[in-house]
């Protein structure tokens, strides 16, 4: 009977620390965040490339019900940009200089202050304003 009880108590353990990551308010997320040292170490000139590299499926069309395509949004500074593929080309015009910080959100995981309709993620860039 102890060794059952220990069993049940290891496996808890280890479900636990098997989790996924989760925000203080306990929900799963996976954002990725490309720090500024990532983008100077990478040599690389254009928001798009850091992009490219680090995570390229954020600049890939999602499918969206049974007929559309889209792309993550855009947002610089807290201000909606437009869309990964939206002329011209945004992504690949901003020069990484002045770039702080790059976060990408999932569909589901964009936080409230961008509002809604962010179906297939989102692209959040932090300059040094």
């Avoid at 020069?95 to 589901?108: M, P, S, T």
């Amino acid at each position: 009977m102890l060794r059952a009880g220990l069993l049940v108590s290891l496996m808890i353990a280890g479900s636990a620390a098997c989790a996924p990551p989760s925000t203080a308010g306990g929900t799963r997320t996976s954002n990725q965040i490309i720090t500024e040292d990532q983008i100077v170490s990478s040599r690389l000139m254009t928001v798009y490339d850091v992009i490219r590299k680090y995570n390229p499926s954020f600049l890939t069309a999602r499918q969206v019900g049974m007929t559309r395509v889209a792309y993550p949004d855009i947002y610089v500074d807290e201000v909606a940009l437009g869309y990964v593929d939206s002329p011209p080309d945004a992504l690949k015009s901003m020069n990484v200089a002045q770039i702080v910080e790059i976060r990408l959100y999932r569909g589901g995981e964009v936080p409230p202050r961008y509002g809604g309709g962010h179906t297939v993620g989102l692209i959040a860039i932090t300059t040094r304003r």
